[in-house]
């Protein structure tokens, strides 16, 4: 009886490890990362990625708190499909310059809403026009919402646009970045966040910008590797991701804290930005 009973006990620990694994080699397919340091009450949403990075250190699954951004590019969402995929938030794109608007904006930022995904806007920033003007387009654009998220600047170089290819010096591009945070939060009541990329932060002052937080794009490393002592909020860590509910390709971001930070954070208490 006795050795039975511990054939049997060998057997349940024999098979509860071959679960763990069997549990992490699903995670690693459905996220395509491998949660090497992930705390214990990290969500591992069913997002997919068309062509995963190798991390080193920590990983994009340490966090617990992923979302997307979005614009035409992702055509028709199935926004219901994306709000049970694991997605807790999502970043749509609105405006560019003083003109444009992104012709799927209305729509996203409709079904999102509708679906229940947290959402927020963003602009994407030109040097050929003022941030007066550009502001203004943008509140035109985008309704105040008390339960949206915070407006978005998007400064990055745009060397590939087909009207303005202008690279001002360092101080303006601080100026423009400082005025128009500043209209943000005047018009919407909220702390903006700046979304850029290495070589902007790089080769300008933006990260000198306060009164925002930071949302940083960084696909091949940590933000802490690739941002030199930088603070930030957001991280976008593939460009290549796949969620349910989005044909093709998707930006997919981590949000740098945990379910309760990030409920804090959303009803608008200060995150301290991680490093």
Not at 95 to 112: K, L, S, V
Not at 189 to 199: A, E, L, N, S
Not at 220 to 241: L, M
Request: aromatic share 14%; charged share 25%; with cysteine.
């Amino acid at each position: 009886m006795l050795r039975a009973l511990l054939l049997l006990s060998l057997a349940v620990i024999l098979a509860g490890c071959g679960g763990n694994k069997d549990r992490a080699a699903e995670r690693a397919a459905t996220t395509g990362y491998y949660a090497t340091s992930a705390p214990a009450s990290a969500h591992f949403p069913k997002f997919g990625d068309s062509a995963p990075h190798e991390w080193d250190g920590r990983s994009p699954d340490y966090y617990p708190i992923h979302g997307i951004d979005v614009s035409r590019w992702q055509g028709e969402i199935d926004w219901h499909r994306v709000a049970h995929s694991g997605v807790s938030f999502a970043f749509i794109k609105a405006t560019e310059g003083g003109d444009y608007i992104d012709p799927m904006f209305e729509q996203n930022w409709r079904d999102a809403k509708r679906a229940g995904v947290p959402r927020g806007a963003y602009h994407y920033y030109y040097f050929c026009r003022s941030p007066e003007e550009q502001a203004k387009w943008f509140f035109r654009n985008v309704p105040k919402d008390p339960r949206a998220l915070p407006p978005v600047l998007d400064m990055e170089w745009t060397h590939t646009s087909k009207t303005c290819t202008y690279r001002p010096d360092s101080a303006t591009i601080k100026s423009k970045a400082d005025r128009f945070i500043a209209l943000l939060t005047a018009h919407y009541g909220k702390r903006p966040i700046i979304y850029t990329t290495v070589d902007f932060y790089r080769e300008t002052p933006i990260g000198q910008v306060r009164g925002a937080d930071f949302w940083l794009r960084s696909v091949a490393g940590h933000p802490r590797d690739v941002y030199e002592k930088a603070r930030w909020s957001f991280w976008q860590y593939t460009g290549t991701g796949r969620v349910p509910g989005i044909t093709g390709d998707v930006d997919i971001n981590a949000f740098a804290g945990s379910p309760e930070r990030w409920a804090a954070w959303r009803e608008g208490s200060a995150i301290v930005a991680t490093r």
